[in-house]
């Protein structure tokens, strides 16, 4: 099997030089959340610490219509089957196995976005199938298409997908025999148009699918929206038939979610209060930055929702690197997504307020500051087409 170099280790020279700043390094580059896990996460966790017996791979039944409670009241889905959900141990582990859970192999194509989170594409090689990055049904041969990945907001330019995107997707995988599966793990953090304060449209809306869950998994993480990423803890949910394959391979295989964590997402799903709570820490967070980084003559693209800002100064990712590790502050090139982000870096808001305020403070002033400035705005200048 044939996987790539894990991009992050590329990032050690832009790293180290970031952290030589004599005010210490601003670490934009990777999503992990910094806040606390809530205090009524931590409680449950800590509730359910005796625990002899084995956990059920399926999650308890109260842990599942919990969950199906949560896509009716944070997503417009009224109707998930608690026997359509699973927990997962983090949403990664999923993605990355999912092609080989259902059966996938050679022959088979996985189908993912242009720009996207990585582990699409080692899914499908984990799997021996073979990935195939496009955004539009066109780029995607005669070949048999296993599995179509969608991801909204998307990771990393923040776009979101509206239900008739969505229903157009379905529509297709479904006549060309596709299971669909949308990871939907920055739902919670819209920020700009319509997303600002409606729900970011899930895979299982009845606009988007049609009343049927036939095919089809939303695929939900807890690691973003309440700081539980140490924890690992996600799940999938949609198609009661697809599910029970799952199941059937993770049972076997010991893919269980442990028992305090089932106990721990359980009382996530069920409490707004911090998801809400942090979404405004986020906020505020994106706001110092977008603006710092437009102060600086980088734009930003897309970026409606979700954790990051897609950022360009209109040249090579690298460059923007090199440039912004200077001034102490670390991003992820966009080439770490696919060729379509050569001229965009990532910028998470995943960093205390204090860091975020530095951050913006050296954007704003500087020598290397002004070399971005410039570039930014000459880019700018020479394309009268904007
Ligand atoms: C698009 C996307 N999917 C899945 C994940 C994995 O999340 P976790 O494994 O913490 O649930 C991430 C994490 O950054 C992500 O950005």
């Known amino acids: 099997m044939q996987l790539p170099d894990f991009p992050w280790d590329s990032l050690a020279g832009a790293a180290q030089r970031a952290r030589s700043h004599p005010d210490g390094i601003v670490d934009l580059s990777v999503g ?6 809530p205090a009524v996460v931590q409680e449950a966790l800590r509730a359910a610490a005796d625990a002899p017996g084995y956990p059920q791979t399926w999650g308890t039944p109260d842990l ?9 009241r944070r997503r417009q889905v009224p109707d998930v089957d608690p026997d359509g959900v699973l927990p997962t141990v983090g949403s990664k582990e999923l993605v990355a196995w999912l ?16 720009v996207a989170y990585p582990t699409y594409d080692v899914g499908a090689r984990i799997a021996g199938a073979t990935p195939v ?69 899930s895979l299982l809306d009845p606009g988007v699918c049609g009343g049927s869950h036939e095919g089809l998994l939303s695929v939900y993480s807890l690691s973003k929206q309440s700081n539980l990423a140490g924890y690992r803890a996600a799940f999938v949910a949609g198609d009661p038939a697809l599910v029970k394959r799952l199941l059937e391979v993770r049972k076997h295989a010991g893919m269980i979610v442990p028992w305090p964590v089932q106990r721990a997402a359980l009382a ?9 709570e942090q979404k405004a820490r986020y906020a505020g967070r994106r706001a110092v930055l977008r603006e710092a980084l437009l102060a600086a003559g980088l734009r930003v693209d897309h970026s409606e929702a979700g954790l990051y800002l897609w950022a360009s100064a209109g ?72």
């Open 32 to 37: 992990t959340p910094v806040d606390p896990t």
């Open 64 to 72: 599942r219509e919990a969950v199906a409670r949560w896509y009716a």
């Open 99 to 114: 092609p080989t859970l259902l059966g996938m192999g050679a022959g088979d194509v996985v189908v993912h976005p242009e």
């Open 133 to 201: 990055a496009a955004d539009g049904t066109a780029q995607v041969g005669p070949g048999r298409i296993g599995l179509v990945w969608v991801n909204s907001p998307s990771n990393p330019t923040g776009r979101v997908l509206g239900r008739a995107h969505l229903a157009k997707v379905v529509e297709w995988a479904r006549s060309r025999g596709a299971v669909v599966a949308s990871d939907e793990c920055y739902a919670e953090l819209g920020w700009e148009g319509e997303w600002a304060d409606r729900p970011v449209p």
């Open 268 to 276: 996530a799903v069920d409490d707004d209060a911090h998801v809400v």
């Open 315 to 386: 040249e090579p990712a690298l460059q923007t690197v090199d440039r912004l590790a200077a001034l102490g502050i670390l991003v992820a090139p966009g080439t770490f997504y696919g060729a379509a982000g050569a001229q965009h870096v990532r910028v998470a808001l995943t960093a205390p307020d204090e860091r975020i305020s530095a951050a913006a403070t050296r954007l704003r002033s500087g020598p290397a500051v002004r070399a971005v400035r410039d570039v930014g705005q000459d880019w700018w200048t020479s394309r009268t087409d904007r």
